[in-house]
């Protein structure tokens, strides 16, 4: 199997002799068993487990952590592990969450300290009826409409500032340092400003998206290759013919780029924004509310609606760039 | 696009021109205000709706004149623990504490990253992963936690911080770590040079500017972190103090204030790192 792929023979790889290696795959197994069966013994339990099963479960997870490194190792050297690459990550987080069950059920932490993954799980699907109000008016109202408003104000200013070398020089200067201002001290100006509901926390996405996307198309417009613009030149392409032709397409990946930040940042701000007054709805205003008093699985669980949101937002931006940029240099073949 | 001597024209007029536009926000914010506070029969040492815009008390956009009064009223005394400096000095200090955790920490993962391959597969999808994440969210309950294990004062601040910085900061130094070509990596060889002197010699020299840049992105990440922690907690100093001090007062003129000074402070910390780099990385000069 080693010499599946001839064109790496010579390489001076090592050749990994055989299939996966037995014993790490037998070690993998049997500690993700072990803390499972602990898990499933330990369900309706409420006593700290004895001294023996919890070295049990230390030494479980231990033993699968090492079956799994050397289970990666062979996958990484192997040239029949490509198709599996994705399996060491997955069973990284699989192994985190199984060995977090079984040690909290152990030691019988409080859920009021540390809720184990499942007793997350439960209160996101119990509490699902809050949480989807709050992801609407956090995603929807709050972080989209303020995306959307900033990108749409960025757009026009980034190009009358990439047609005026005076703003240029004026106004870049200010456009890159406002990116290391931090978002709280936008958020109760504009609370007051705007109110507690969602038109603020939309005012803060809005101007926190607004800076990357304008400093971003503005060097896209302008660190364009001279001799593109020679080349339209020689063609006798008219102004607007250069614009339409070389500068937007040139400004494009690092638009995308922008909208691929603009998408974290986004999030950010509306959450972080509702830390700092709400209407009694949204993601930030939960997790806050509940960290304060202690109901950690609900925080767990916003936060896991959140994230998910975040990447299926960053997501979506990413396929749009490779719909729309698929000619660029950085997604060739 | 950094400020240059020659953007400096353009720069001051641009500055000129956002002052003037701010006189006439002034007017049509607190306009409506002044209005209705001289109907209710409100006494104000002023005549007209148009000059009371400038002096109402509790203001939609506060007037130049109530911006400098307030700056000046937070400002000093310097050590006074109820103005800015102490307090942004703390959380300045919180953040810097942080990014140097953070870059101690993720030094380590970056090592291990560089170093094993299974590391790398096993673990790095997930630090990517959380670039795209509010991670900021977990940082109320993180500190409410640490408190309850007995984690206080600046320390937990330092290490929202920390945890925010991290995962740019390992993403930085393995990409550093691994930037030297193999034509400088041959030389080594042919110098005879150990795996630890190459590591020493070549390999860190060459994270330095990635670090500085995972760095550069960061600091205000870090930032908002100390602030969130400070107004997370029971706090005795920090902007984040102040800042949750002022929304229960709805003192608008120290909201204001405090947004220039924790904008000021952002800038400021951004300006240190740039200036550490300098000193740590002479050569790319």
Redesign the interface.
Known sequence: MATLDPSLAGTGRRAAGGGPPFAAVLALTAGHLLLLYFVLLWWDRSEVASAGWRFALFLATLVAAFG??????W???HPAGRAI??L??A???ILALLAAEALLRAYQVPAG??PTPTEVLVVLWQARDVLLQDTWQTFVMEAVVGFLIGVGVALPVSLLIARSG?????????A??F????????A??F???FGLDWQSKAAVVAVTVFFPVV?NVV?GLLEIDPRLLDLMRSYAANDRQVFVKARVPNALPFFFNALKLG??LA??GA??GE???ATGKG??FR??IE??R?G?DI??A??IV??AL??AW?GLVAWLERRFTAWHVSLRE | ???RL??L???A??AAMAVLLYLPLVVI?NYPLAQRALERGAVMDCDGPLACAFSLRNP??PAPGQLLAGIYNLLLPLDSPSAIPINAFWTGAETLVGLALAALVGFLFAVGLVL???????????IV?S????I???A??LV??LG?YGVQGWLPKAIIAAYIAFFPVTIGLAKGLRSPDSLTLDLMKTYRATTLQTFLKVRLPASLPYLFTAFRIS???A??GA??AE??TISFYGL?KM?SE??RA?D?VG??V??I???A???L??ACVGWVERLVTPWRR
């Open positions: 799994l490194s050397r289970l990666a190792g996958i990484a050297e690459r994705f060491p990550a069973f990284t987080m300290l540390i005076f703003l240029q020089q004026g106004m870049m200067p200010y890159a340092a990116s290391s201002i931090p978002i709280p001290a936008l109760p100006v609370v007051h400003m400093v060097r998408t974290t999030m950010i959450i972080v830390f700092f007054g993601l930030g997790i806050q960290a304060g202690f950690f925080v767990w916003a936060i959140a994230s975040g990447i960053f | 696009m950094r400020a020659g953007n024209g353009p720069m007029a641009v914010a939609v956009v094993s391959r299974a590391f790398e597969l096993s673990v790095l999808p997930w992963a670039q795209t994440v509010p900021i969210a977990l109320p309950m409410v936690l309850q600091t205000a990440a930032l908002i602030i969130i107004m997370s984040g800042l002022n929304a709805s608008v909201t204001w405090l947004m000074a924790s904008a402070l952002g800038i910390l951004v």
